[in-house]
């Protein structure tokens, strides 16, 4: 879980305009469809999912999004 972990907030903190301490996708970060499909296209080039940008939006925090690709790449 860590690589995944770290692979996916490096990708999404770099795809975020907002201070790296900030770990949740909605106020925080920002995120919104359009720089979420940034970090999505730039999840699945790394790991080779198709997750979508609504499955992103849905989650909470990178973590999420961490254990949820994991979970595909890993089942």
Not at 42 to 67: H, M, R, W, Y
């Amino acid at each position: 879980m860590a690589d995944f972990l770290a692979k996916v907030k490096i990708i999404m903190m770099d795809k975020s305009s907002a201070p790296s301490d900030n770990i949740t996708l909605g106020p925080d970060l920002s995120y919104d469809a359009s720089n979420a499909q940034v970090a999505v296209d730039a999840i699945n080039s790394e790991f080779g999912t198709t997750i979508t940008v609504d499955q992103v939006l849905s989650f909470n925090t990178i973590g999420e999004v961490g254990k949820y690709v994991e979970s595909i790449v890993h089942p």
